[in-house]
Every structure is written in structure tokens, then in C-alpha cells.
């Protein structure tokens, strides 16, 4: 077919059509009656109403149970490298119309479904990106998004890092890590929030690096923690636990990771900003706070930033008493007046589900959660109305009395 047509037709099965006339963008297999014409993944499909009006226009992957992604409504436009090209143009704009575009600093360049752009990630660190691809159809348009990258950013290079693997598993994805376009660097790419510096490890470190998304949260946080003890459980590089430190001059921090090379990067990232008050300890989250609580121990401040507990929908309830098991202890943790701060990066825990697990916590606990803040990913981030499930973060800052 020529580019960006459709080589096939997807089917909706009767009365299934109306989230798509919204603008969802994510099309699952049983919401396809069937489908006309022989598309390969990553192919471009129409999609039609039963009695087959045209409804949107997307890219087919028969090994995924997200079966067909949209990238245009209404207008049968061309998926072309004249699209993508104009999609990620668009996205850069807006980080610099957002002020994002600080060379010392990092910031998402591209956040899927926020973006159009479903299935990839685009992160800016310095003068590197790296890219993540999360969609089999992104995949297949590799080569346009590295080429359009290179001549909007100019970056010294474009770093390809592997999706999660149960996620590559069920797009059909095999994409090694790898220099996708110039050079790797050396070593730590260095990047400066709010006036910390930060060492991060596109090669091996978490998501793509660094977790951008929590910039905000990290100052909102420390204007709370002024004299305070502070713990930071799941602190990886001490985004949280340095911005305390620093900018929120507590009187101590203790950050704990289970991982021997984040607690390595706490102390470099401590050390490259002169700080002295910082106590990093690799241990294992769970039971670390279950001794602090069994020693009698008491934070002014609590901070919870875990990994993803929840990777679908199914594991919900097991996600929640895992975030209710910590919470609950990190109350009995925090002095009266004390401060928690807690996070879920977990996309299938609803905001609601987060605050009302909270709920849950106070209730076992005993004790008053004023809310004082709820918040989500900073502006880099953007969600799109149409796909609110990519509203995957949710930090709460309260006043446990």
C-alpha cells in the first residue's frame, strides 16, 4: 500500500464504537467484530462502525490484545513520516513554549497517548535523548523518529532503552538497548533541577534514567521538610531525599533503596552538591520499615515513592494492601504534625483508589490525614482528556496527626 494508507479494516462489533468517536485512542480485541483485508503488524488499518462509517485511523498489532492504536479521528489522513514528523515537532514546541528547554536541565520530550504519539517516550537529558518504545507500530517507525529527533533537538545522542519486559512480551517488541543515533556518553549524563545536580545512568539506571516526572512533587516536598528528620524509602537516586536536604534544609535525611547502585548514586549525587546530611542505606523497603517501627523510631517526614505495584487492573487489590502495608507503617513512623509524602506510579491504581486506600490508613491507624496536597505529574507530562488512563501518578503530600 502506498505510505500511510490502510492495508486493512477493522470492524466494531455494534454499539462498541462510541469510545472512539471520543478519542480513545486504544482499540482491544474484543471490541473487533472482524477484520477486512490481510494487515501486518504495524500496518495501517481503518476503523469502522458495523454498518461502516468511518470512525478513526491507527496501526494494527495482532499480538497484542491492544489490538489497533489510533492516531487519527474524524479525517482519513495519512499515517506518514510527514505526520510523525509534524507530531514530534508539536511536542518539542510545547516543552519550549513551557520553558522546558533548559540545556543543563532534562524534561520528557514526548509523553505517548499526551502527546498523539501512542507508544513512545521521549526523554531529554543534557544533550542526550533517550527513547522508549512501548508500541509495536513505534517500532516499525524507528528510523523516522530517530531522523526527526536528531534534526529538531541536534542532540550528541539518541539512546533506544527496552520496555518493560512483560510489556515488550505482550506487544511483540524485541528491541535490545542500543545507540539508536550518535554517540553514548561516557559515563552519568549530569542534569540540574531546581538547582541540584544530578548524575544519571542512561545505560543501566531505571525507566529511562531519571524520574522527571517527579520534579515538582520533589520542591513541593521539601518546603515541608525545614528541620525535620526525614525518611525517603525507595529513594533510587535521592531525587526526594537531596531536595529535603537542600532546598528544604532538613535536619537529616535517611534514604533507603533496596539496590546497592542506587544507594552508590545517592552518595555521588549527595557528594557532587556538598552535602552532608544524607544517609543513604541499601536495604530491603519492607522489612527496613518494619524495623525502624519495631526500634520505635520517628520521622518528621515520611516519603514513599515506590515502583509500580500494579501492571494491570487484576493485581489491583494486591497493589492496594501493598500500598496500605507501608503507609499504615509509615503513620506509625511519623510524630504527631508529622508529614507524608506518598506517590503511586502505578497507572491501573485510580486516583481514587489511592485516596481512598489513605482512608483505609487513618482509619487502622488511628490517627487524622489532613490532606494538604494532591498532585500528579509536572507539566512535561501532559495527559490527554480523551486517554485519562495515562494519569499514571499520583503523589499526596498530608499532615498525619
Not at 491507527?58 to 506518514?80: E, H, I, K, M
Not at 482512608?359 to 500528579?376: F, I, K, P, S
Request: hydrophobic share 45%.
Amino acid at each position: 500500500m502506498p505510505d500511510g494508507l490502510p492495508s486493512g479494516t477493522a470492524i466494531l462489533k455494534p454499539r462498541r464504537a462510541r469510545p472512539f468517536f471520543g478519542r480513545h485512542p486504544w482499540v482491544l480485541d474484543s471490541a473487533i467484530d472482524r477484520v477486512e483485508g490481510e494487515p501486518a503488524d504495524g500496518d495501517v488499518v481503518d476503523l469502522q462502525t458495523h454498518d461502516g462509517q468511518f470512525v478513526a485511523r491507527g496501526l494494527w498489532n495482532s499480538q497484542s490484545r491492544l489490538r489497533v492504536r489510533l492516531y487519527a479521528f474524524g479525517t482519513p489522513v495519512p499515517l506518514d513520516d510527514a505526520l510523525w514528523r509534524s507530531r514530534l515537532a508539536a511536542a518539542v514546541a510545547l516543552r519550549k513554549s513551557l520553558g522546558f528547554d533548559d540545556p543543563a536541565g532534562g524534561c520528557r520530550l514526548v509523553n505517548s497517548e499526551g502527546d498523539d504519539l501512542s507508544g513512545l517516550i521521549v526523554d531529554r537529558y543534557g544533550d542526550y535523548l533517550a527513547v522508549q518504545v512501548t508500541a509495536l507500530a513505534m517500532e516499525r517507525r524507528l528510523e523516522t523518529i530517530g531522523d526527526t529527533l536528531e534534526s529538531l533537538v541536534a542532540p550528541r545522542g539518541i539512546l533506544l532503552r527496552g520496555a518493560e519486559r512483560g510489556l515488550s512480551k505482550l506487544e511483540g517488541l524485541h528491541l535490545p538497548d542500543r545507540v539508536l543515533r550518535g554517540t553514548e556518553p561516557a559515563g552519568p549524563v549530569f542534569v540540574v533541577e531546581h538547582g541540584l545536580r544530578f548524575g544519571v545512568d542512561l545505560a543501566e539506571g531505571q525507566k529511562t534514567g531519571f524520574y522527571l516526572d517527579q520534579r515538582d512533587n520533589r520542591r513541593a516536598a521539601a518546603l515541608y521538610a525545614r528541620g525535620r528528620r526525614v525518611l525517603d524509602m525507595f529513594s533510587y537516586s535521592g531525587g526526594f531525599a537531596l531536595a529535603c536536604a537542600v532546598a528544604g534544609r532538613a535536619a537529616s535525611v535517611l534514604a533507603v533503596d533496596t539496590s546497592a547502585k542506587a544507594t552508590a548514586l545517592i552518595e555521588a549525587n549527595a557528594a557532587l552538591n556538598g552535602v552532608a546530611n544524607v544517609t543513604a542505606e541499601t536495604a530491603d523497603a519492607f522489612q527496613r520499615l518494619d524495623s525502624l517501627a519495631t526500634a520505635g523510631e520517628t520521622f518528621g517526614m515520611v516519603v514513599l515513592d515506590p515502583p509500580k505495584f500494579a501492571r494491570s487492573r487484576a493485581s489491583l487489590d494486591d497493589a492496594l494492601r501493598a500500598y496500605h502495608r507501608i503507609n499504615r507503617v509509615a503513620c506509625d513512623l511519623l510524630e504527631p504534625g508529622g508529614i507524608l509524602v506518598t506517590c503511586s506510579c502505578s497507572g491501573s491504581v485510580s486516583r481514587e483508589d489511592f485516596l481512598q486506600m489513605l482512608a483505609g490508613v487513618a482509619q487502622r491507624a488511628g490517627r487524622t490525614l489532613q490532606l494538604l496536597e494532591v498532585r500528579g505529574a509536572a507539566a512535561d507530562h501532559p495527559v490527554s482528556a480523551s486517554c485519562l488512563e495515562g494519569e499514571y501518578l499520583k503523589c499526596v503530600i498530608a499532615r498525619v496527626v
